[in-house]
């Protein structure tokens, strides 16, 4: 077991709490983090963009003019790609971008992006977050308060709308529930704030994983 500080929104100390190691303090693993993310972000491609090549262009079965004696160039089709609302040569088609992970590897990934923001001083743990208004600049004390910039992630245990509409205007800011935080968002924010409430549900959820594997 292990011990992370837990401090309040005025960037003071109010506790700690104590949490497994197996789920907070496991060993950092670049190459299946790397391949985690890697999925994530080609999963997220639609794939969708899709034009017409030659053959697929409505009309040009006419050869234009005769080969020979125009004193122009000799034209097949005026559907072929030199003509203008002709075919596209090597034309994108649809096509299926995503990659699969098993559930072990999505699990090993996720814990290790955790615990590389515990190791590095990243993530915080706040007691509670509770705004009295949807306002951003309440939502921008707190972070000042704790001296943070730049790409920040706040993983809260419910879907607070004031935290969501306090949060909305800040740029870089990324707000995720606990149960829908991927391995991308830890990745990509050095900075990390979590709820205790949602730390405990980390670290229940997990740790009972670990015992029945």
């Known amino acids: 077991m292990m011990n992370l500080d837990v401090f309040n929104t005025s960037a003071k100390k109010t506790g700690s709490i104590e949490v497994s190691e197996k789920v907070f303090g496991c060993e950092y693993n670049e190459p299946l983090v790397h391949q985690a993310v890697v999925a994530y972000l080609a999963n997220q491609r639609q794939g969708n963009k899709s034009t017409l090549t030659r053959s697929e262009v409505r009309g040009g079965g006419k050869k234009p003019w005769r080969q020979k004696g125009t004193g122009r160039a000799r034209q097949g089709s005026i559907r072929s790609p030199q003509w203008t609302g002709g075919g596209v040569v090597f034309a994108p088609k649809q096509r299926d971008f995503s990659q699969k992970l098993n559930k072990q590897m999505k699990r090993a990934a996720f814990l290790s992006a955790l615990s590389a923001r515990v190791a590095d001083g990243g993530m915080i743990v706040l007691d509670k977050l509770e705004l009295k208004d949807a306002k951003t600049k309440l939502?921008?004390?707190?972070?000042?308060?704790?001296?943070?910039?730049?790409?920040?992630?706040?993983?809260?245990?419910?879907?607070?709308?004031?935290?969501?509409?306090?949060?909305?205007?800040?740029?870089?800011?990324?707000?995720?529930?606990?149960?829908?935080?991927?391995?991308?968002?830890?990745?990509?924010?050095?900075?990390?704030f979590v709820t205790k409430a949602a730390v405990e549900k980390l670290n229940a959820k997990y740790g009972a994983e670990e015992v029945t594997e």
Request: aromatic share 4%.
């Open 139 to 192: 939502m921008a004390d707190i972070l000042k308060k704790f001296g943070t910039s730049g790409k920040v992630l706040v993983v809260t245990d419910t879907d607070d709308v004031k935290v969501l509409r306090a949060s909305g205007n800040i740029p870089g800011l990324t707000v995720a529930n606990v149960d829908l935080v991927n391995v991308y968002e830890l990745a990509a924010n050095a900075k990390c």
